[in-house]
């Protein structure tokens, strides 16, 4: 029999296997458009690649594999208080948490997957709650110019966040056809661009935003697996290019081998190293850290940023596992450990350098 810490616990996780009791939109659809080779014209999918897992598979990962135990507290030892602006060929990025960062560049701010929320979960009781604060406190933030969301999944999509945004500054809200849908529905007066992949938008004179694959899924509520997409994006401006890959397993390299002919000698690569335990069933949607060292020698950046781990715990692998495989592949394929940085929240990275606000 199941006890109540554990009914909690799993009711807390269905919401990243879209089998919560929220229900969709009016038919489960949040787009309609033409065909392309990653639409059917009811759902996205991945082309070539591997579908998500199903809910036996969930079932059988919760109740037959065991997740090393967290902390209740894992601070990091950094916190930031940022600059209003940067100018010039400046890139400044400090790292929230999770997903979350905030990219000062060509005299823009542009944030992540933006979530100040202490649970990701569309429930406040259960779900997936912060081991840290966020790295920078939300009333230090400077104004905000553009937020990028990847995809809806609640670690990644918050709406309560996003709505603190808009309601302060009014940002360019930029996310993969669909989830403009979702956001809307929620806040009718946000204002929101559905992108597909492969699509581009002026963000400011000369600061370019592309959207760009992922190989990942998309579900918010019950009835509504895939029908939002999801993506990853690059920034140029003032000389600089930043790629931030959202979620994404590694399925082979195929999307990396591609955005690296589209997009040559990318300044910094935000890859995710964590959430990937375990493999068989995690692999389709994320990858492991050695992956991610594989697929920043593939994109060909000049150094890398990993995230996506010591926030909120959402698979089996320890608190501060991920940072311990990034060093050991790195090591294994003789890459120095200052390019490929495991980051921690309030940390900041400047013009090829890391440092923090302590």
Known sequence: MLSRRRFIQ????????GATS?????????YSGPLSDHFDGQRFFNPGG???RGFGDFLRWQFTERAVPWPEIYPSPFEDTPPARVGGRDLRISF????TFLIQMAGR???TDPIWSERASPVPFAGPRRHNPPGVAFDNLPRIDAVLVSHNHYDHLDIPTLVRLWKRDQPRILTPLGNDTIIRAQHPDIAVTGLDWGDRIELAPGVLAFAEPAHHWSARATNDRNHALWASFVLRGAGRSVYFAGDTGFAGGRHFHDIAARHRRLDIALLPIGAYEPRWFMAPQHMNPEEAVRAFRILEARSALGFHWGTFRLTNEGVD???QDL????RNLGISHQRFIAMRPGQIWMNNQSTGQR
Not at 10 to 17: A, E
Not at 96 to 99: E, Q
Not at 327 to 330: G, K, S
């Open 10 to 17: 799993l009711l807390g996780s269905l919401p990243f296997l």
């Open 22 to 30: 929220a229900r969709a939109n009016q038919g489960g659809f949040y």
């Open 50 to 52: 591997q579908p998500p």
């Open 96 to 99: 929230i948490g999770h997903a």
């Open 109 to 111: 701010n542009i944030l």
């Open 321 to 323: 596992q991920p940072p």
């Open 327 to 330: 060093a050991t592949a790195l």
